[in-house]
T-cell receptor, first 113, second 111 residues
Framework: DADVTQTPRNRITKTGKRIMLECSQT?????MYWYRQDPGLGLRLIYY???????NKGEISDGYSVSRQAQAKFSLSLESAIPNQTALYFC????????????FGQGTRLTVV | QKEVEQNSGPLSVPEGAIASLNCTYS??????FFWYRQYSGKSPELIMS????GDKEDGRFTAQLNKASQYVSLLIRDSQPSDSATYLC???????????FGAGTRLTVKP
């Protein structure tokens, strides 16, 4: 089993629908991240969390919200999906101290029609 | 705005050649630097990390860091077709900061 698991792996949804992407990890890391990837734009940070009580906005948080339900679980929600949120979404974790690498989930391909 | 810049490529090299990938960053407080490899449709996987000025070698890969010039590079020696992928440069400022990625350089190694 993967250390960082994302569900669903693929999702097609309609404009205006609410959708949640889930991430769970077995690495025991405190830090979790949500990124989106678009062709030619690399990975852009949406939200990150350093522990259950700490949530921080990344560079592109508008239109998204997150919930850190437990150390191992970090969910990303699109309250009202729009077509330009079509992208590949990655969850990642990292350990303390912050010098360590990030470990990525398999990704969720989201299409908003 | 903290920026991490990479040439998007594509970079094409023949099999057996040296591939050179470059990255510049804008935040002088950056302390941790990473190179990830990403195959199409897959998640990024770590190739190298480097924290101090100079070179760090791991097999066919060498990472080079110059903090004064805000520059980090990745050299791939004896390039193989299996090295064909997008290479992402990532930068972290310190313990309590997020990881910022460049847009990636697409590398093709031709047999």
């Amino acid at each position: 089993d993967a250390d960082v698991t994302q569900t669903p792996r693929n999702r097609i949804t309609k404009t205006g629908k609410r959708i949640m992407l889930e991430c769970s990890q077995t690495k025991g890391h405190d830090r979790m991240y949500w990124y989106r990837q678009d062709p030619g734009l690399g990975l852009r940070l949406i939200y990150y969390s350093f522990d259950v009580k700490d949530i921080n906005k990344g560079e592109i948080s508008d239109g998204y919200s997150v919930s850190r339900q437990a150390q191992a679980k970090f969910s990303l929600s699109l309250e009202s999906a729009i077509p330009n949120q079509t992208a590949l979404y990655f969850c990642a974790t990292s350990d303390i101290p912050g010098y360590t690498e990030a470990f990525f989930g398999q990704g969720t391909r989201l299409t908003v029609v | 705005q903290k920026e991490v810049e990479q040439n998007s490529g594509p970079l094409s090299v023949p099999e057996g050649a040296i591939a050179s990938l470059n990255c510049t960053y804008s935040d002088r407080g950056s302390q941790s630097f990473f190179w990830y490899r990403q195959y199409s449709g897959k998640s990024p996987e770590l190739i190298m990390s480097i924290y101090s000025n100079g070179d760090k070698e791991d097999g066919r890969f060498t990472a080079q860091l110059n903090k004064a010039s805000q520059y980090v590079s990745l050299l791939i020696r004896d390039s193989q077709p299996s090295d064909s992928a997008t290479y992402l440069c990532a930068v972290k400022e310190g313990n309590n900061n997020d990881m910022r990625f460049g847009a990636g350089t697409r590398l093709t190694v031709k047999p």
